[in-house]
C-alpha cells in the first residue's frame, strides 16, 4: 500500500475535527456543559480514543468548536441569499438556507417581486431584519455549532474561562454584533451602545425562541413563524 502524502493526511485530520466539533455540537444541544468525550464520541461514531487524540477535555473541544463557528458566524449578513426557481403553482421547494421566496412570507415586497428569477441574488442587508433573523434561523437548523455560538455569546461565554472567554466576547462583538446593529438601525438615529443592546435583544430572543424548534428537529419549518412571533 502506498504511504499517504502530508497533504493527505492532513485533509484527513481536518475532516476528522470537522466531525468531531459537528457531534460535540449536537451533543451540547441537549446535554450542556455535562457532555463528556465519550458522549461526542459516540455521536461521531468514533472511537472513544480517537476523539481523545484530538481533544483530551471538553474545555479544548469547546473553544475550538466556538472559534470554528465564529468563522462562519458574520457570512449571513454578507453572502448572498439564493432564491430556489418557483414551480408552476408558486410553490418554492422547501429546506437550505432561507432565500428571498420565503422572505416574501415576512412581508417584504421586493422578495416576493424576485421569485421568478431561479438565481437571483441580494445581500442580507438589502432585505431587512425580518428576512436576516429568518435566514439566521435557517442556519442554526442546519449549522449546530452555529447556534450554540450565538447562544453562549449571549451568556458571556460563562462556561470559558475568563482567558478564553474575553477574547471570543470581543470578536463576537466585533464580527457578529455591530454588523447587525447596522442593519438594524439603518435610517435610524440611535446612539451606538443602544444600537449593540438592540442587537444582542434579538438574538437572545431567537435564540430561545429557537431552543424548543431544535430539540424537536423543526427549526427549519418553524423559523417564519418565529419571525412572525417576534414581530420583526
Request: hydrophobic letters at 45%; aromatic letters at 6%; one cysteine or more.
Amino acid at each position: 500500500m502506498t504511504p499517504r502524502t502530508k497533504e493527505q493526511n492532513e485533509d484527513i485530520r481536518l475532516r476528522r475535527l470537522a466531525q468531531i466539533r459537528k457531534a460535540a455540537a449536537d451533543v451540547f444541544l441537549n446535554k450542556g456543559p455535562l457532555l463528556e468525550i465519550r458522549d461526542v464520541a459516540a455521536q461521531a461514531g468514533l472511537g472513544y480514543g480517537t476523539v481523545y487524540h484530538y481533544y483530551s477535555n471538553k474545555g479544548d473541544l469547546l473553544h475550538d468548536l466556538l472559534w470554528d463557528a465564529l468563522e462562519r458566524a458574520g457570512e449571513w449578513l454578507e453572502a448572498p441569499l439564493e432564491v430556489p426557481r418557483a414551480s408552476a403553482s408558486g410553490e418554492v421547494p422547501a429546506g437550505g438556507h432561507f432565500g428571498l421566496a420565503a422572505a416574501a412570507d415576512t412581508g417584504n415586497s421586493a422578495a416576493a417581486d424576485s421569485r421568478s428569477g431561479s438565481r437571483e441574488t441580494a445581500a442580507a442587508a438589502e432585505l431587512g431584519p425580518a428576512a436576516a433573523a429568518a435566514r439566521l434561523l435557517q442556519l442554526w437548523a442546519e449549522d449546530h455549532a452555529l447556534y450554540l455560538l450565538h447562544k453562549l455569546a449571549g451568556e458571556g461565554f460563562a462556561s470559558l474561562p475568563e482567558a478564553r472567554s474575553t477574547p471570543l466576547s470581543d470578536a463576537f462583538r466585533r464580527e457578529v454584533l455591530a454588523p447587525l446593529a447596522a442593519l438594524l438601525e439603518t435610517g435610524r438615529a440611535a446612539e451606538p451602545p443602544y444600537r449593540l443592546q438592540r442587537a444582542e435583544m434579538l438574538l437572545a430572543a431567537l435564540v430561545g425562541c429557537a431552543s424548543l424548534s431544535l430539540r424537536r428537529g423543526k427549526l427549519h419549518e418553524e423559523a417564519r413563524d418565529i419571525v412572525r412571533f417576534l414581530k420583526l
